[in-house]
């Protein structure tokens, strides 16, 4: 029987993401992490904007406050998923044996 | 963030439908709204129409050509009156009438209004559940990894 053999069947060569992102040492974990959490204060501030200019008359759609509230809540959710798996791996480092 | 596009584009959906809603709502409440017949000084309400025109997301860098935008939601860009001809009532005790008994009444159907309502009101809600669709799907993408 032919077998074929794995290394025909996988792509010759699987890239993970950009090339030279990493190497660049431009996009640290850190500046990343702070950015995203940058984009989640400033969906958070325009939820409340959005709120504040409905009482105040300016948007009189009611779905642009309730959607701008639900892109605020999902960003934040995203934030605390980040946030857990962050604090998972450091748990998972201090649990290792010495 | 392109994951909140759909949010946006249905946004954009619900806008236009309500303005529509407004446009059906004021077409009701001036159903009565009479004019003199052929006297341009007292014109009878005309029944408004929205026209929809869709959005194409702005050309930016690479993006050329029409048929490379993506389509970034719904807008109003104008309303015309219908040119329908009004409705003529005898009516020779109004106000309004002309010599011979005639008013003018607003080409507005009401069964056809309310059609139209149903219309728009299923429209937004279809809206609002494109939003909640995206909603479960970026919920659900969180969940990747859980447990």
């Given at each position: 029987?032919?077998?074929t053999?794995l290394?025909?069947?996988?792509?010759?060569?699987?890239k993970?993401g950009p090339?030279?992102?990493?190497?660049?040492?431009?996009n640290?974990f850190?500046?990343?992490l702070s950015?995203?959490?940058?984009?989640?204060?400033?969906?958070?501030?325009k939820?409340?904007?959005?709120t504040?200019?409905?009482?105040t008359g300016?948007i009189?759609?009611?779905?642009?406050?309730?959607?701008?509230a639900?892109?605020?809540?999902?960003?934040?959710q995203?934030a605390?998923?980040?946030?857990?798996?962050?604090?998972?791996?450091?748990q998972?480092?201090?649990?290792?044996?010495? | 963030m392109?994951?909140?596009?759909?949010?946006?584009i249905?946004?954009?959906?619900?806008?236009?439908n309500?303005?529509?809603?407004d446009?059906?709502?004021?077409?009701?409440?001036?159903?009565?709204?009479?004019?003199?017949?052929?006297?341009?000084?007292?014109?009878?309400?005309?029944?408004?129409?929205?026209?929809?025109?869709?959005?194409?997301?702005?050309?930016?860098?690479?993006?050329t050509?029409k048929?490379?935008l993506?389509?970034?939601?719904?807008h109003?860009?104008?309303?015309?009156?219908?040119p329908?001809?009004?409705?003529?009532?005898?009516?020779?005790?109004?106000?309004y009438?002309?010599?011979?008994g005639?008013?003018a009444?607003?080409?507005?159907?009401?069964?056809?209004?309310?059609?139209?309502?149903?219309a728009?009101?299923?429209a937004?809600?279809?809206s609002?559940?494109?939003?909640?669709a995206?909603?479960?799907?970026?919920?659900?993408?969180?969940?990747i990894g859980r447990?």
């Open positions: 029987m032919n077998v053999p290394q025909m069947i996988l792509p010759a060569e699987v993970s090339e030279g992102q990493e190497t660049a040492g431009v640290s850190g500046e990343v950015r995203a959490l940058d984009d989640v204060n400033k969906a958070q501030l939820a409340d904007e959005t504040k200019q409905f009482l300016e009189q759609d009611i779905h642009q406050v309730t959607i701008a639900e892109e605020a809540r999902i960003m934040m995203l605390v998923e980040v946030r857990n798996k962050v604090v998972e791996a450091y998972e480092m201090s649990r290792m044996q010495v | 392109p994951l909140f596009d759909s949010f946006a249905s946004s954009s959906g619900m806008t236009s309500r303005l529509w809603l446009l059906i709502t004021n077409n009701v409440v001036n159903m009565n709204t009479a004019g003199r017949p052929g006297d341009p000084n007292l014109q009878p309400y005309r029944r408004q129409v929205p026209v929809f025109s869709e959005v194409l997301e702005t050309a930016t860098g690479s993006v050509g048929d490379r993506k389509g970034m939601g719904v109003v860009p104008r309303v015309v009156e219908d329908a001809d009004p409705r003529l009532v005898h009516d020779p005790s109004h106000p009438a002309d010599e011979d005639y008013v009444y607003p080409n507005i159907n009401i069964a056809n209004e309310m059609v139209n309502m149903i728009a009101t299923r937004y809600e279809a609002v559940t494109a939003v909640n995206a909603k479960s799907m970026a919920l659900k993408a969180l969940e447990g």
